[in-house]
């Protein structure tokens, strides 16, 4: 059995992230360093200036569009589940679930491993590589949503409230806030999964990360931009960022009608703040059952906690009998991916 002592030599929490001593490289720095390792491209994980990139091809495509093709000094793409040796550390990459490319981090080091999960989920989307679970000694767990009240309903249950309001109101355009990068594109698979095959319109501000995934091979189906559409969209479905909902962008809409995708749904004042009509609890984390879940299913001795509601999961990692501990990481706000 490991004892603390044992990661603490090689993988330690700076203020520039987590740093990986022995293979000299930072898990998705917050401020520029030489080396680093991105999990995904959501901002808070994914920022500009690194000397050398390691990250799936997906999340170096997300990178080169939104931050600029010279965003890093060097990319090196690593596919899900292929080895690197880097002085004495074997890293790889294996799928998270949480947007395209997400990756966790396994990290194998003089017989012990590590791994670090980025943001992750269970829930199936069809715009990931599932989630897939790795043995370990140490496993170093976000905790966007880790509070008991936190338990995401079922994803097609919120689709439907959304088609069947569609329904009740069809003249008016119904406007969903979803954040640009892994929500939209899940909600769209979500409403053809349900076998809506409308035209889904969309804000200028989702258009290319659409774009990406649909080059990417994620297939989003037939996608048009509001500034090209000839009316004001009645009973139409438009996808636009959170910000644009109250902003006067929604004025050429038909009656809109808001709805906001976020895992902050499930809380009824924060829904209330939202100031939407019909909030859909559609996350891209883990809720608590499904963080416990995972926590047991790596076996790990060892729990390191990050970014978000820390101190409820210690305690509850210690119930377990495993040895919890808070990183109190800060940079890490996930605004884009919750
Ligand atoms: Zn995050
Ligand atoms: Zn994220």
């Known amino acids: 059995m490991a004892k603390p002592s044992d990661f603490a030599s090689w993988l330690m929490p700076e203020t520039a992230g987590l740093r990986c001593v022995a293979g ?140 069947a309001s569609l329904q009740a109101f069809p003249e008016r355009t119904h406007v969903i806030g979803a954040y640009s990068l892994g929500k939209a594109q899940r909600l769209i698979a979500l409403l053809r999964a349900a076998g809506y095959d409308n035209t889904i319109w969309l804000h200028g501000a989702l258009e290319a990360m659409c774009d990406l995934y649909e080059t990417q091979g994620i297939g989003l189906g037939a996608l048009r931009l509001v500034s090209e559409a000839t009316d004001k969209l009645p009973g139409e479905i438009v996808l636009c960022p959170p910000s644009a909902l109250k902003d006067r962008w929604s004025r050429r809409l038909t009656e809109p009608m808001t709805a906001y995708a976020s895992g902050w749904m499930r809380v009824r004042a924060r829904a ?45 990692i210690t119930q377990m009998g495993k040895r919890g501990r808070a990183l109190a990481l800060v940079g890490y706000e996930d605004e884009e991916g919750e």
């Open 24 to 163: 000299g490289f930072f898990i998705d720095p917050v401020r520029a360093v030489d080396r680093a390792v991105i999990t995904h491209g959501h901002s808070d994980h994914a920022r500009p200036g690194h000397g050398a990139v390691l990250a799936t091809a997906e999340t170096i495509a997300i990178m080169k569009a939104r931050l600029g093709e010279q965003c890093a000094g060097t990319f090196q793409p690593l596919r899900y589940g292929e080895p690197l040796t880097m002085d004495g550390v074997t890293v790889r990459l294996v799928p998270a679930g949480h947007i395209l490319g997400s990756a966790q981090v396994v990290i194998e080091h003089r017989g012990q491993r590590a791994v670090i999960s980025g943001d992750y989920k269970r829930t199936f989307d069809a715009t990931a590589v599932p989630f897939e679970p790795v043995r370990c000694n140490l496993f170093v767990t976000e905790a966007t949503f880790a509070l008991p009240v936190f338990r995401h309903e079922p994803d097609k249950s919120e689709i439907g409230k959304l088609l």
């Open 272 to 316: 209330r703040q939202s100031g939407v009509e019909l909030p859909l609890v559609i996350s891209d984390h883990c809720d608590w059952p499904e963080l416990i879940e995972t926590i047991a299913e790596t076996e790990a001795e060892e729990i390191w906690v990050t970014h978000g509601r820390e101190d409820a999961l210690v305690h509850q």
